[in-house]
């Protein structure tokens, strides 16, 4: 399973961006894909999620109403959509799969593939 994180970028406060995770052929129907975040100093975080049974989504609360995570198996492609983005927002954007059945979003402990990850800073 190979995955690959692109659209970061520096954008205001205020502002959106949306990341792409490009994903393996078929990764979408056996496993579970899921956006963590590492900002300067500080631990790997999970945001979101989006299952391979039938795209059921998960978020962190403080991301609730602000992110979307959806995927187009088609194209093989995870997205996640950020908008109101804030300062505290900066890190780099990681996306991940992890099989297995999952009620929440991923733990990093659940991850069994990691793609490279994105910079995103908000700043004015």
């Known amino acids: 399973v190979q995955l690959q994180a692109s659209g970061g970028g520096l954008v205001q406060p205020g502002g959106s961006l949306r990341l792409s995770c490009a994903v393996s052929?078929?990764?979408?129907?056996?496993?579970?894909v899921g956006w963590f975040r590492q900002a300067p100093g500080k631990g790997r975080e999970s945001i979101a999620c989006?299952?391979?049974?039938?795209?059921?989504?998960y978020y962190a609360n403080f991301v609730k109403g602000r992110f979307t995570i959806s995927g187009d198996n088609a194209k093989n492609t995870v997205y996640l959509q950020m908008n109101n983005l804030q300062p505290d927002d900066t890190a780099v954007y990681y996306c991940?799969?992890?099989?297995?059945?999952?009620?929440?979003?991923?733990?990093?402990?659940?991850?069994?593939?990691w793609g490279k990850g994105t910079q995103v800073t908000v700043s004015s």
């Open positions: 989006i299952t391979s049974s039938g795209g059921t989504t």
């Open positions: 991940a799969a992890a099989a297995g059945v999952v009620f929440t979003v991923l733990h990093l402990s659940d991850v069994d593939y």
């Open positions: 052929a078929f990764t979408l129907d056996y496993y579970n």
